[in-house]
Structures are given as structure tokens and as C-alpha cells.
């Protein structure tokens, strides 16, 4: 039985660009339909369903960006690739905070094209591939330690975009850890890789399907099993800028547990990178103040209770001690529920 071809959308302003493409995906037998204008795109989007779309960000009328954010709305079902010159990268973070599959970069190297075009078009893995690069690309434009933070910061807002209740919650993790590290008296030096560490720790959920972030209840076994992939996936998109190589370790084992129940590798008690359990810890604090919709946000004394608690099991005890101290001494220091709804509104 002969199935339909799989029908693309080539939209990019350049016409010798979009007939190269057709050519060559119509020789592996996709059905392949040409515009060169970002209003006529969306009109064919509109009029035929279509298995992938790759499109300029530069396209006149309206910007590939555009076309993606219309396609996640109207056609999620649309897979899209774009295609970006290479001044174009600080537009990545919003390509993908938007949903888009992948990019390329002109001069464009078919070979991958038609990789990519494949994987799309066969529902292909989509969790480290558009992230890491993209990480990988804007520390290319960066020239220091702090712009490289900054552009990977930005698949931390992609990650808080998929997830409304997240929004902050990194920078107030990364408050919690430092002034933590300060208190066991890590170094200075130590002190800033756990405040880069802190804000990029959770980075690898944008590899953990937005319905499962956002359930507003109970996960399932197998839903828990993809929330756990993410430290390994943050790690390894961390690691691809080789400025947060350090920092991608302690990524990577900050669910780990005291007791060695935690994850992903199942490390004990100071076989844990030091800078790891300081942010289970401080990630464990705002996880318990922060309102979510399956659960109002702890009362701050319930919060302390819960750190002594799980003190030998889930934390280094010296750190929850020391969390429970510091509290004791800064009693203003915690932002709560009702402060971080102001700071969003804000």
C-alpha cells in the first residue's frame, strides 16, 4: 500500500534558496511547496496541513518567528526548522521558548537539512538537540564568563515560559545557595560557580513535555521517570559551553540524595559534589514556600521543619543545619509566596 507523500513548507526570501531546498527533499520524495514571503506562508498554513515547515527568520512581511508562533497555536502538529544567518543568533532563546524542532544556519549544509528534515517528519528526538546547540551557538558570540551566562540564562527563561509556577524560581534558588555557601564558608571563588550552577540548574526540563511540567496533580510512574531525566539532560547542555564545564557536574547530581536514593546516578552522603548539595538544599526551601496548583506553599516554620527532618536522608546535615541557622539570623532573608506574586506582577 503507497502512502501520500509527507508535504513541507519552504518559506525563505532568497528564491534560488527555496528551489535548492525543494530539490532536494523532493528527491527523497517529500511533497514540497514553496513561498517567499511570511503572509503567503501562513496562508498556505491555513489552507493545507503540512508535516513540516522551514522558514527564514528573515522573511519579509513575517518573520520566521512570527510563522512559528502561529504554527504552535493553529497547526502544533507542524514540526519547524529555521533558518537564521549567522548575526541572527540572539534570536535563538526565543525560537526556543516559541517550540521550534531545530535551526540552521546559511550557508546550509543539505546533508543536515535532510537529516533534520527526517527526524522532524518521524517525530525525532527533540530534547538535547535545538537546546544544546543553541547554547553551544550563542557562546560563539560571546567574548566573556558573564555574556556566556547570560545567553545560556536564556534556555532557563525557556524553561520557566513552558511553566508559569517556575518564574524566578532559579534566581531564587540561586539567593538561597549563595548565601548558603557563605555560611559553610566556601570560598569566593567556589562561591560564584554555585551561583551560575544555581541558576542553571534546572535547565534540562526543556527536554520534559510542557503537559507534565504543568499537571496539576499527581505524576505517574512513567511521567516521574522523564521529571528525573532532567538533571542529566541540564548537564549536558550545560556542558556544551566549555566556559560551565565545572558547573555542568554539579548540575547534573543536584537531586542526589544523602542517603543514596536520589538521582540520576544514585551517589551517597560526600560522594555528592559539595556545590550539588548545597543546591538540594536551597532548590528543596523555595520548592516547599513556592505555591504550585496541586499544593498551597509551606509555612515557613513547616519548611524548617521538613529540612531537620529529612537532615541524614535527603540533605547533608550540616547544610540543612546551617540553612536552619542562617533562617534564624536573617528571618527576612526567604522570599515567600505573596512577595514572589508581587515580583512577577512586577
Same mark, same amino acid.
Given at each position: 500500500m503507497q502512502t501520500d507523500p509527507v508535504s513541507i513548507l519552504i518559506a525563505d526570501d532568497q528564491p534560488s534558496v527555496c528551489r535548492l531546498i525543494a530539490r532536494e527533499l523532493s528527491e527523497r520524495g517529500f511533497d514540497c511547496h514553496v513561498v517567499t514571503d511570511g503572509e503567503t506562508a501562513r496562508e498556505?498554513?491555513?489552507?493545507?496541513?503540512?508535516? !513540516?515547515?522551514? %522558514?527564514?527568520?528573515? $522573511?519579509?512581511?513575517?518573520?520566521? !518567528?512570527?510563522?512559528?508562533?502561529?504554527?504552535?497555536?493553529?497547526?502544533?502538529?507542524?514540526? /519547524?526548522? $529555521?533558518?537564521?544567518?549567522?548575526?541572527?543568533?540572539?534570536?535563538l532563546a526565543q525560537a526556543l521558548m516559541l517550540g521550534a524542532y531545530d535551526y540552521l544556519e546559511k550557508p546550509i549544509d543539505m546533508g543536515? !537539512?535532510?537529516?533534520?528534515?527526517? =527526524?522532524? /517528519?518521524?517525530?525525532?528526538?527533540? @530534547?538535547?538537540?535545538?537546546?544544546?546547540?543553541?547554547?553551544?551557538?550563542? =557562546?560563539?558570540?560571546?567574548?566573556?564568563? =558573564?555574556?556566556?551566562?547570560?545567553?545560556?540564562?536564556?534556555? @532557563?527563561?525557556?524553561? =520557566?515560559?513552558?511553566?508559569?509556577?517556575?518564574?524566578?524560581?532559579?534566581?531564587?534558588?540561586?539567593?538561597? %545557595?549563595?548565601?548558603?555557601?557563605?555560611?559553610?564558608?566556601?570560598?569566593?571563588? /567556589?562561591v560564584e560557580q554555585v551561583r551560575v550552577s544555581s541558576l542553571l540548574h534546572d535547565v534540562g526540563k526543556i527536554g520534559v513535555p510542557d503537559h507534565i511540567l504543568t499537571k496539576p496533580g499527581r505524576l505517574t510512574g512513567e511521567e516521574f521517570e522523564q521529571i528525573r531525566r532532567h538533571p542529566a539532560i541540564g548537564a549536558e547542555i550545560v556542558a556544551s559551553v566549555t566556559l560551565f564545564r565545572e558547573e555542568a557536574v554539579v548540575i547534573r547530581h543536584h537531586h542526589e540524595c544523602w542517603d543514596g536514593k536520589g538521582y540520576p546516578d544514585g551517589l551517597a552522603a560526600e560522594q555528592i559534589p559539595l556545590l550539588s548539595r548545597i543546591i538540594n538544599v536551597a532548590d528543596s526551601m523555595d520548592a516547599m514556600l513556592m505555591t504550585r496548583s496541586y499544593k498551597p506553599g509551606y509555612p515557613v516554620e513547616k519548611m524548617l521543619g521538613e529540612l531537620e527532618r529529612c537532615a541524614?536522608?535527603?540533605?547533608?546535615?550540616?547544610?540543612? %543545619?546551617?540553612? @536552619?541557622?542562617?533562617?534564624? @539570623?536573617?528571618?527576612? %532573608? !526567604?522570599?515567600l509566596p505573596g512577595q514572589a506574586a508581587r515580583a512577577m506582577a512586577g
Open positions: 498556505r498554513l491555513g489552507a493545507q496541513a503540512f508535516k !513540516l515547515l522551514i %522558514a527564514s527568520i528573515a $522573511l519579509p512581511g513575517l518573520s520566521g !518567528l512570527m510563522l512559528l508562533a502561529h504554527v504552535r497555536k493553529h497547526r502544533p502538529e507542524c514540526k /519547524v526548522i $529555521l533558518i537564521t544567518g549567522v548575526g541572527s543568533r540572539d534570536h543536515e !537539512l535532510i537529516a533534520l528534515a527526517g =527526524e522532524a /517528519v518521524r517525530g525525532g528526538n527533540e @530534547v538535547l538537540g535545538l537546546p544544546a546547540r543553541a547554547a553551544k551557538a550563542m =557562546e560563539l558570540g560571546a567574548q566573556a564568563r =558573564e555574556a556566556s551566562l547570560d545567553s545560556v540564562r536564556a534556555l @532557563v527563561r525557556a524553561v =520557566e515560559a513552558k511553566d508559569p509556577y517556575t518564574r524566578r524560581h532559579s534566581e531564587q534558588v540561586a539567593r538561597y %545557595a549563595v548565601h548558603l555557601a557563605g555560611a559553610l564558608g566556601v570560598p569566593e571563588a /567556589v541524614g536522608t535527603q540533605f547533608d546535615p550540616q547544610i540543612a %543545619a546551617a540553612a @536552619v541557622r542562617w533562617y534564624r @539570623v536573617n528571618p527576612d %532573608a !526567604l522570599v
